[in-house]
Nanobody, 128 residues
């Protein structure tokens, strides 16, 4: 059974930083791409970032480019999202997602339907 468990969310002031972690189990981690999505109250789910099998292929939404960094540790089966210079509009529940790292997935990573596995989410609140 595949499980993705997010951690590291919380309350932070504007301009602050947080690091989200997602621990995976029940899948061949090395062969999977990992993604981060978020959903704010009353808004549609938004793709945030994606990382391919290694640490070389990384993708970001324009809204977070230059502020967020995605990385993975295959030995620990972990994926991370380092978030800097946080803004109130970053407030959302953040979800980790996983699926086999195919070309179709990486070309369409922003579409939620291409991801098979999802975590339960971690709340991030940016407020003074």
């Amino acid at each position: 059974q595949v499980q993705l468990v997010e951690s590291g969310g919380g309350l932070v002031q504007p301009g602050g930083s947080l690091r989200l972690s997602c621990e995976a189990s029940g899948l061949s981690f090395d062969y999977h791409a990992l993604g981060w999505f978020r959903q704010a109250p009353g808004k549609e789910r938004e793709a945030v970032s994606c990382i391919g099998r290694g640490n070389s292929r990384k993708y970001y939404a324009d809204s977070v480019k230059g502020r967020f960094t995605i990385s993975r540790d295959n030995a620990k089966k972990m994926v991370y999202l380092e978030m800097n210079n946080l803004k109130p509009e970053d407030t959302a529940v953040y979800y980790c997602a996983a699926n086999l790292a195919t070309s179709d997935l990486l070309n369409n990573w922003k579409r939620g339907r291409v991801w098979d596995y999802w975590g339960q989410g971690a709340q991030v609140t940016v407020s003074s």
